[in-house]
């Protein structure tokens, strides 16, 4: 459904745009329906840059962004529109996608004005309802309420609830569980399951494994912009190949062993990947993996174990020689 293909992206940054960012790397995935992918990676990897060119909130710098087949980089007016009505996003910060003023049914009418002009006032009524009922709210709860009378998680439902009356086909969901208290984030984890149940493919941004490992189907690993691993979550997070995937896993507390323990399974595994890196020694198999990536296991995706392409791994250095 959706395909992200050698995406790149720059930013013009310093005081006269003259400094150059890559934020984004020669990024490939692809979300299908009824599929939550996690987008996972610390802060400043790139995972929002990604969710935003999906949406074309911002331009690709390089690469091709598809869905359905179609470039999205290129859609433009009625196209663009008609594109919003699959594909929506919800974002960290539920508040700043509210206007303060404005109460609730205020910002379904903009939805109504621009996407279902010639539907009756009874239809959506019954719609809307409908739409704030799946995502566990009482209409009249929330209704004709202001933001700021609400909770966090319920104005991340209401968005939600937003998305949903477009029946869209994907959701791009970037950091949405962060701002929730505990009792409500595992309600909205438990609500993306549900609307996966309905075909929904799901783009799941976090820099939060373990919520990324408790929601997803694949994972995408990213470090500095670009993909270090990738692949089904089980084979990702039960066999890391990655020493990047390997440190962020290794970095989450593991409450049933002591630390030392911890750090002695991790000091033998490094000794163990020390001089070998599956990227090099593989490269040469033939396979569909995403470009600069081998497929070490079955749909489980690693890139070289030097990220910085200019002091490559030892294998490589090898390889070369
Ligand atoms: N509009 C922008 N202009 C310049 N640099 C930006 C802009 N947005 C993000 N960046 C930079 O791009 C990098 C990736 O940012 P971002 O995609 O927000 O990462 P993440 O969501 O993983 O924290 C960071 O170094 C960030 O400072
Ligand atoms: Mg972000």
Aim: hydrophobic share 40%.
């Amino acid at each position: 459904m959706l395909t992200v293909e050698r995406v790149n992206k720059v930013y013009k940054v310093g005081t006269f745009g003259t400094d150059e960012l890559h934020a984004v790397r020669d990024v490939s995935f692809d979300v299908q329906r009824g599929e939550v992918v996690s987008l996972i990676g610390e802060s400043g990897s790139g995972k929002s840059t990604l969710g935003r060119m999906v949406l074309k909130l911002i331009s690709t710098t390089d690469g091709a962004i598809r869905f359905e087949g179609t470039d999205v980089g290129g859609l433009k007016r009625g196209a663009l529109r008609e594109y919003y009505r699959q594909a929506q996003g919800v974002f960290q910060d539920p508040f700043s996608s509210y206007n303060p003023i404005f109460k609730i049914d205020r910002t379904y009418e903009t939805l109504r004005s621009s996407y279902f002009p010639k539907v009756s006032d009874a239809d959506w009524r019954a719609k809307l309802h409908d739409a704030i009922k799946a995502v566990s709210l009482e209409p009249a709860d929330v209704l004709g309420k202001f933001p700021h009378q609400l909770s966090g998680g319920q104005l991340q439902r209401l968005l939600i609830a937003r998305a949903l009356l477009l029946d869209i086909d994907l959701l791009v969901a970037d950091e949405i569980i962060s701002m929730l208290d505990a009792s409500t984030r595992i309600d909205v984890l438990n609500l993306l399951g549900e609307l996966k149940g309905r075909g929904l493919g799901i783009l799941f941004i976090t820099h939060d494994l373990s919520l990324g490992n408790y929601v997803s189907d694949r994972v995408v690993i990213l470090y500095r912009g670009r993909v270090v691993e990738s692949g089904v979550t089980q084979s990702v997070f039960g066999d890391p190949l990655h020493p990047y995937t390997r440190n962020l896993l290794a970095s989450v507390p593991q409450l049933d062993k002591r630390w030392d323990e911890v750090e002695a399974v991790e000091a033998a595994r490094e000794a163990e990947l020390r001089g070998r890196c599956i990227y090099h020694e593989r490269e040469a198999t033939p396979g569909d993996a995403p470009a600069g990536m081998v497929e070490a296991f079955p749909g489980h995706y690693v890139g070289c174990f030097a990220m910085d392409t200019d002091d490559p791994c030892p294998a490589a250095k090898e390889a070369v020689a």
